[in-house]
């Protein structure tokens, strides 16, 4: 009984090819024939220590002659701000309360530190009631109905 209930299986696997061969350009080409999808895609400077490569577009922003910053208020503009709050009898901390600002953005407005930003122009000349845009910064704002 000891050896005969057991039957012998012979198991034919191909088996299929390593990473290493699937990735061959041989390899590659054989799937393309047969028409299978081939999928390739070359990763950028993998394996390599390249993290600190120089590229061509750092030389050329290394040879630019301009520099780039943000436009920042006006002094005029700063000035305006503050004489416009005064006459008003408004703190920087009132102002900044009464459009919803941080009193740091009165203080960078007033200095010319400020990036403009339009919005907050629009809050800070409405309630100083004096234009900081256009050609006629200083001047008094002239009430009217808005249009839609």
Known sequence: MAESDWDTVTVLRKKGP????????QAILAAQRRGEDVETSKKWAAGQNKQHSITKNTAKLDRETEELHHDRVTLEVGKVIQQGRQSKGLTQKDLATKINEKPQVIADYESGRAIPNNQVLGKIERAIGLKLRGKDIGKPIEEGPRAK
């Open 18 to 25: 390593t990473a290493a061969q699937a990735k061959s350009k």
